[in-house]
Structures are given as C-alpha cells and as structure tokens.
C-alpha cells in the first residue's frame, strides 16, 4: 500500500498537485492523506487581540479547515473516483514542517507531493518559500509540480547522478515503480569530462541499476561547465518531462537550496521534479 502525503493551501496550485497525484498513482492501491497546517491562520488572526480568545479562535478556524478539506475530497471524487484510493483529511493545529514531519515518520509515508507554488504564486520565483521548506527539511521524498502543469505521462526521466553516494532502496524502489507503469525510460546522466569512474562509483552505479532492473535505463555522460546547464539542456533536448535529484550533505541539491533563492542557480523547473532525501530522518 502506497502512502502518500499532500499538503493544502486549499490554492488551486494545491489542487492541481492532487491532480497530479491521483494519475500518477492511478494504477497503485494508496491511501493520500490530505493536511492541512494552520497555526499561521490562528495566529496572524485580525480577532487574535488576546490570549482569552486563543481557544476560541483555533476552533473557529479548526472548523472552516474541515469544511475546506471534505470539499476537497468531493472534488477529488468528482475527477478520480478509483476504488484503488483512500483518503484521510488532517486539520494540523502547527507549522507545515512540524506536520509534515510528524506524519512523515507516524504513517510512514512514501512521497510528500505538493505544488512548487501556493496561494502566492509569485510568477518571478521557481519555488515559493513553503515548496522550499519541505525540499529542506522534510526528510522524505518530496514531489513538486510546477503550476499549471497538466497531467502528462513521464515517459522520459532524467536521473542526474554521480554515484559517489549510495543510494536508498526503498526510494530507488518508488522510482522503479512508477517508471515501470508507465513504461517510462530513465536517464542516468553523469555530468564529468572523464568517461572513467572509480570503482565505489561502479557499484553505486550497479546498485541503481539493480533497483531498477525492469526498467528501460540509457547512461549518458556529459563535459559541461556546470550541472545545472547540463540539465537544462538535457531537459530540453530529451522532451524530459520528470526530473529527478538526489539532496544529501553537500550535494548539489543542498547547495542550491541554501542559496538566497534558487532562481540565482538558474536551474529552470518547469517539469514535475522528484527529490529523493538520501539524508537521515531526524
């Protein structure tokens, strides 16, 4: 059974990763847990003038937060009424970190979905600050679908991969999974002006491939000046339309998400974009 998490600002962002989800999951028995964090609602509250009232109002907004979520459920059954599904509304009193997290590890959930942007949907911004938050924090896989992006089979994966690191079988699992249901071909791209790798990035490399062994893999290797304009071309030159990246300590993922915005980087997403969180869970 495939658990899934996906957070809500109730934006029609948010809807449009549902969206997303429910096809690409179609084919797999899940259960989607539908959360929604509203402490920030409570607190940055025009009523909010007392402490008296704190009770008071995180009932009050407790309450539209529940209203809110079934319609979502009903929309959901309207466009995806699979008997494949469950799902189950969480109305979190916290921040979306805090939540997310602890669903995470109590559910012991498979992927984190969500839309790159929220309510905001600042045109000039890749990620909007939330996406940013659980890319770095949030210590499971995280998908992130760009808005607007309308449902398309991944039929071509991008796998930038160095194989200095080992990588999680369970993760490598998800993508043989998904890969495998659509008949989906994966790129592995070694960004390097050498053809040749050590031997640890040999069996990192055969490892992957084990994991993915009834999936149709082309390894390609790349001289370019940056990763990221390797990307960028491969994207485009390849029709890739699902990406995904590895985030562990020092890794090229973490750098960029550290960086005062990301758009700096100049990695432009305009695919649905899987991070796989080689980092242990806190």
Same mark, same amino acid.
């Given at each position: 059974?495939?658990?899934? *998490?996906?957070?809500?600002?109730? $934006?029609?962002?948010?809807?449009?990763?549902?969206?997303?989800?429910?096809?690409?999951? +179609?084919?797999?028995? $899940?259960?989607?847990?539908?959360? #929604? /964090?509203?402490?920030?609602?409570?607190?940055?509250?025009? /009523?909010?003038?007392?402490?008296?009232? *704190?009770?008071?109002?995180?009932?009050?907004?407790?309450?539209?937060?529940?209203?809110?979520?079934?319609?979502?459920?009903k929309i959901i059954d309207q466009i995806s009424p699979n008997p494949r599904h469950e799902y189950r509304v969480i109305p979190a009193f916290g921040t *979306?970190?805090?939540?997310?997290? /602890?669903?995470?590890?109590?559910?012991?959930?498979d992927?984190?979905?969500?839309?790159?942007?929220? +309510?905001?949907?600042?045109?000039?911004l890749t990620f909007g600050s939330n996406t940013l938050q659980v890319l770095k924090y949030v210590k499971c896989p995280v998908l992130a679908i760009p808005s607007g992006y309308k449902w398309e089979q991944p039929k071509n994966v991008l796998f930038p991969a160095d194989y200095f690191l080992p990588y999680k079988r369970r993760e490598l699992k998800l993508v043989s999974?998904?890969?495998? $249901?659509?008949?989906s071909t994966v790129h592995l791209l070694h960004v $390097?002006? #050498?053809?040749?790798? =050590?031997?640890?990035?040999?069996?990192?490399? /055969?490892f992957l491939k084990e994991c993915l062994f009834d999936t149709d893999i082309k390894s390609h290797t790349m001289a370019s000046d940056t990763l990221t304009e390797a990307i960028n071309?491969?994207?485009?030159s390849h029709k890739i339309d699902f990406l995904i990246l590895v985030?562990?300590? #020092? =890794?090229?993922l973490e750098n960029i998400l550290y960086q005062s915005t990301i758009d700096k980087i100049g990695l432009h997403i305009k695919i649905p974009f899987l991070t796989m969180q080689n980092l242990q869970r806190y």
């Open positions: 059974m495939r658990k899934i *998490l996906i957070p809500t600002d109730f $934006s029609e962002n948010a809807m449009n990763a549902i969206r997303y989800a429910l096809e690409l999951f +179609k084919y797999e028995k $899940s259960i989607f847990y539908i959360m #929604h /964090a509203y402490a920030d609602e409570v607190y940055d509250h025009d /009523a909010l003038v007392s402490r008296e009232i *704190l009770e008071e109002l995180k009932e009050i907004v407790k309450n539209s937060c529940i209203v809110e979520l079934k319609d979502t459920l *979306l970190i805090d939540e997310a997290n /602890a669903i995470v590890d109590s559910e012991n959930i992927v984190l979905i969500m839309g790159t942007k929220g +309510k905001r949907n600042d045109q000039n999974t998904l890969t495998k $249901s659509f008949r $390097s002006k #050498h053809e040749k790798i =050590s031997i640890r990035q040999e069996d990192n490399k /055969a071309n491969f994207v485009e985030n562990s300590r #020092h =890794s090229y």
